[in-house]
């Protein structure tokens, strides 16, 4: 059995070398669609790798968010609870030693509102505040930054960045370090000056304490756990909803639990529906293209005919005709998707540069074995599913009028 598979590829090949110019134009439709589907298949695999890298940049995958409910749905509307719960401190710090699993907490905040100098000037500015020191290049930091004991002890200390200090200095004030500034009522020490130089906004920095419990409702804060390993996400976060679910009752209802995990699923999923129905819509020109197989088949057939019937009179069976035409299909079809994946390839290629250039986006398109693998799936298919009829027709003839077929 495998020499007869063997010989009929091997006839194939001779087939397609004695007709190659023929053979090319008929299945140009396969090489066409194939090329349109290698060329989508690799450019959305490299959006949606961009996409991931671009999720762990910002967040780790390790993270999971635990933040208040403040608002409600109420017909489809949107709507701020005038009550609801949020996690103080002190309940950081117990949810924290409740944790079992290694798990870096950060609980923070942010707000917008006016500084007051001391000169009685006033700056916009951002406020981050939180319960763990902010991290800085300590070779460009101006001063020094508050640490756990000041969150702990309520210091009233503050880090600005420089765009605070240029803000500042455009209404003639010098801020430096040891200076006092008043926000929300409250007097703080500047005692150190971060440089962020791609931050534009007047930013500062303060232990989260000194928000009292009317400010953090106004601003509800959100906690942040980032796990040491990925396999332990799953435990933290069974962990956090029953210790939410003891000391605050339903959890669904007064805050939401999420993982980046599920940011990176949702857009796998996305990338899998449109790769999905473009592959379809690209399929359309593989469909001709196998229809061209087909023609190419049907017209062997006929012109073969007389050989058809001599291969049967000599002791060949249904089988091995219907073996001959299919290997031939498959072959054909094999050959247009080759020259499709070359021709995808090289589409890329050039697609990729015009796309930098017009977006800005460090883009690359991604050649995975999954497009491979389709691409391969693809060839047989057409080659089976669009050589069965002619391959049929031909094990029907009768050799003997086969033989007298001029």
Do not use: C
Request: glycine share 6%.
């Amino acid at each position: 059995m495998l020499q007869k598979i063997t010989n009929s590829f091997g006839l194939a090949f001779a087939n397609i070398r004695s007709n190659l110019f023929h053979t090319f134009l008929s299945v140009l439709g396969i090489v066409i669609g194939v090329a349109a589907l290698v060329s989508i298949l690799s450019l959305i695999d490299g959006m949606e790798g961009l996409a991931r890298e671009q999720i762990s940049s910002t967040t780790s995958l390790n993270a999971i968010m635990v933040q208040s409910n403040s608002h409600k749905t109420v017909n489809d509307v949107r709507i701020k609870r005038d009550t609801f719960y949020i996690i103080d401190y002190d309940h950081f710090k117990q949810l924290k030693s409740s944790l079992t699993k290694p798990a870096e907490g950060i609980y923070r905040t942010s707000l917008a509102g006016e500084v007051v100098l001391s000169e009685g000037k006033r700056i916009g500015a951002y406020a981050w505040t939180s319960a763990s020191p902010i991290r800085s290049d300590t070779a460009k930091f101006t001063g020094a930054i508050y640490q756990l004991d000041d969150v702990d002890q309520k210091r009233k200390v503050v880090v600005v960045n420089q765009a605070f200090i240029n803000a500042a200095l455009k209404d003639s004030v010098t801020v430096s370090v040891g200076q006092t500034i008043n926000f929300l009522g409250k007097e703080l020490k500047i005692i150190g000056i971060v440089p962020e130089p791609k931050v534009k906004a007047p930013q500062i920095y303060f232990p989260i304490t000194l928000l009292s419990f009317d400010e953090l409702h106004s601003n509800p804060p959100m906690v942040y756990f980032d796990a040491k390993k990925t396999e332990d996400i799953p435990v933290l976060r069974e962990e956090i909803t029953n210790w939410l679910e003891k000391n605050f009752g339903q959890v669904k209802e007064n805050f939401s639990i999420q993982t980046n995990d599920a940011r990176i699923e949702q857009a796998t999923r996305a990338f899998l529906l449109f790769r999905v129905i473009m592959g379809l819509i690209v399929g359309i020109s593989v469909i001709v293209g196998g229809i061209g197989v087909m023609n190419v088949l049907l017209i062997s057939v006929t012109e073969r005919t007389a050989e058809i019937g001599i291969r049967k009179a000599t002791g060949a069976n249904r089988r091995d005709i219907i073996l001959l035409f299919l290997s031939e299909s498959i072959t054909i079809s094999a050959f247009g998707s080759f020259l499709g994946l070359v021709f995808g390839v090289l589409g890329t290629m050039i697609i990729i540069p015009i796309v930098k250039a017009i977006t800005k986006v460090p883009f690359q398109a991604a050649y995975t074995w999954n497009t491979l693998l389709i691409i391969t799936i693809v060839s047989l298919l057409v080659g089976i599913i669009f050589g069965t009829y002619p391959a049929i027709r031909a094990s029907r003839l009768n050799p003997v009028d086969a033989i007298r077929h001029e």
